[in-house]
Each structure stands twice: as C-alpha cells, then as structure tokens.
C-alpha cells in the first residue's frame, strides 16, 4: 500500500504563488510518474502536470510557463511550483502516483486533495 499526502496549499492574490508538495509513503517498489491533477467547482478533474521518474515533464496548455513540477526521486516527492496565479486557478489540486508494482502493473494512488484559492 502506498499513501500520498499532499501540502501546501492556501490563499493567495493574484498574480502570487504557491509550490505544492506531495509525499509519496508506504511499500513502494518504484514510481514511474507523478501527476498533478486540479478540480475547480462544478468542473471535472483536469491534468494540470506530470513528470517520470527521468524527469520529463508535460503541462496543459493554461499552465505552461507559470507551473513547474519537479520531483526528488531519493524522497518520493514531487512538487508544483505555481506563479503568476490567476482565479481560474483555483481548485482543489490532487496529487496522483503511479506504482509500478512489476512490469505491466501498476496502480495509481491519490492524495486527498489540497484547496488552492486565488482571490484578492
């Protein structure tokens, strides 16, 4: 079983910034990637970034150039870095992580969510 904690988030005016953390816990055998997913009020949960265990990363298009995830592989971490915050952003964000139990199995693991709020 693994347990993922998510931190960091909060109130912040516009135009701020917040770095998420998420820890990854447990009996974990190896994570091939680590996920920020976000769910505003009254919308569906969108992919907000992702990085692998090499360290590449992908970003939905609103995000690009404000967010950056990043990961400390030796603590099973992985971090988002927001900037330049807009209302748009605000939501609950979840962390996910995908357990690589052996190849061909895996299983994600979810955080219970950290609310982001942007507002002046």
């Known amino acids: 079983q693994v347990q993922v904690v998510e931190s960091g988030g909060g109130l912040v005016q516009p135009g701020g910034s917040l770095r998420l953390s998420c820890a990854a816990s447990g009996n974990i055998f190896n994570i091939p990637a680590m996920s920020w997913y976000r769910q505003a009020p009254g919308k569906q949960r969108e992919l907000v970034a992702t990085?692998?265990?090499?360290?590449?990363?992908d970003y939905m298009h609103s995000v690009k150039g404000r967010f950056a995830i990043s990961r400390d592989n030796a603590e099973n971490t992985v971090y988002l870095q927001m900037n330049n915050l807009n209302p748009e952003d605000t939501a609950v964000y979840y962390c996910?992580?995908?357990?690589?139990?052996?190849?061909?199995?895996?299983?994600?693991?979810w955080g219970k969510g950290t609310l982001v709020t942007v507002s002046s």
């Open positions: 996910k992580v995908r357990h690589l139990i052996r190849i061909g199995l895996s299983t994600d693991y």
């Open positions: 990085i692998t265990s090499g360290g590449s990363t």
